[in-house]
């Protein structure tokens, strides 16, 4: 099974700022998925990120806010663009080789807004 | 589109005994992928079991178990020989298995908790 790396695993922000989420697998990978996990709820799907392409952002995400790189099958950046308190969730990243493969998951990112 | 119902937001279970965990979808497609994942509160997803749609003979993966009904969309967990290690949140997904633009993420239900009395 694929091992992925996701930093950091936690961290606390102030209100305006910016925070970039880091996930790196240890083998290529077609799919990457970024997931939200509001407190209490379930996951909730923000984007795919295709290397080599735009990332595909779900009804209600925007680029502006959550700007998405993937340089290489490998490797994608989830950035939380001018956080607010209503930002404080985990974010999740994913990946999958093909549809009907189960997905991975990373550890986390456990975001706290002040 | 596809939709994933969890009733249950809380179970709980004595150890040793057997749960059921219930999920329903809804879908126009025939061919898709269910899943039940685990979350204990490290926040890891872990993979419990997985059903492919064509699939008429029932996923298990030791203590876990599926009945999987595909005719009335539903897909329901099976927990025997309950351990206080099964205590997490438990979500049941559905896959498309198609490809192109956000198709082929997983489509999660709310979740139920369950607990595990010792």
């Known amino acids: 099974s694929a091992v992925i790396s996701q930093k950091p695993s936690r961290d606390i922000c102030q209100r305006g700022t910016s925070l970039t989420i880091q996930c790196q697998v240890d083998s290529q990978v077609t799919m990457m998925f970024w997931y939200r996990q509001q407190p209490g709820q379930s996951l909730t799907l923000i984007a795919t990120?295709?290397?080599?392409?735009?990332?595909?952002?779900e009804s209600g995400f925007v680029i502006d806010k959550f700007p998405i790189s993937r340089p290489n099958l490998t490797f994608s950046t989830l950035t939380v663009s001018n956080m607010s308190p209503e930002d404080s969730s985990i974010y999740l990243c994913?990946?999958?080789?093909?549809?009907?493969?189960?997905?991975?998951f990373g550890s986390g990112t456990q975001l706290s807004v002040l | 589109a596809q939709t994933v119902t969890q009733s249950q937001p809380e179970m709980s279970v004595q150890e040793a005994e057997t749960v059921t965990l219930s999920c329903t979808y809804d879908?126009?497609?025939?061919?898709?992928?269910l899943f039940w994942y685990k979350q204990p509160p490290s926040r890891q997803m872990i993979l419990v079991i997985r059903?492919?749609?064509?699939?008429?003979q029932n996923a298990t993966e030791n203590r876990f178990s599926v009945n999987f009904q595909k005719a009335a969309k539903s897909f329901s967990l099976k927990i025997s020989d309950s351990q206080l290690g099964d205590a997490a949140m438990y979500f049941c997904?559905?896959?498309?298995?198609?490809?192109?633009?956000?198709?082929?993420?997983?489509?999660f239900g709310k979740g139920t908790k369950l607990s595990v009395k010792p």
């Open positions: 997904a559905y896959r498309s298995p198609r490809r192109g633009g956000s198709q082929g993420n997983l489509i």
């Open positions: 990120a295709n290397q080599g392409s735009e990332a595909t952002y």
């Open positions: 059903q492919e749609a064509y699939k008429q």
């Open positions: 879908t126009s497609e025939s061919d898709y992928y």
């Open positions: 994913s990946i999958s080789g093909s549809p009907g493969e189960k997905l991975f």
